[in-house]
């Protein structure tokens, strides 16, 4: 998606339309909160495919025994699978472990902010190290997702495919969407609009999307999708 091709007077309008309406909207957890990094990358750990009302006491459980990466990295395997193992999340004990003697040894119990560094650490994707730069440090990364992705699909209408996340197209078009001045409220908003709005088992509510005036779908429906 070449700039040549892209408005950017209606980027920005667009934009803007989306991050007020994010910070009207936002839903407030605890990692949100913050932009401490090792309760960011935590929570971002944690939320891997698991619900957000499944992550939320876990959390707030795991920040209190291990409130910071020193913490974390004196914690044993056995006390790490008492807090963990009974809640299923079996094999996020020694991804925690591994990681923050990771941590320890080779960054001196700091967390990284570099991307390569962060996606050198056990169990750590793309998607969490570009959340954990976004979020903490308001990099302008871009979060792709099946969530963000399929808002895509639907703002430009191109079809959704279980290849679509690794599809380049839709990558420049997130990149298009996100704000490099305020990736963060970007971000958020992107995530709560996929969560609030543009439904996935639901039929979207266009009449209340704040990117329907540049939305295909919402064109196309007047906004009754």
Known sequence: MSDDLVDLEQVNAMRYSLMRWGKANFRSFRWRETRDPYHILIAEILLHRTQVKQVVPLYNQLIRSYPDISALILASKDSLQQLLYSLGLRWRIDLLYDMA????????SEIPQNRDDLLSLPGISEYIASAV????WNQPEILVDTNTVRIIGRYMNWPVKDSS????RFRQALQMMVDPNE???TNYALLDLAHLICLKRKSPLCLECPIKPWCYIGLITGGNA
């Open 165 to 168: 996340r690794r599809d380049p």
């Open 133 to 136: 730069r976004c979020f903490a």
């Open 101 to 108: 003697q990771e941590i320890r040894t080779r960054f001196d």
């Open 183 to 185: 990736p963060r409220v």
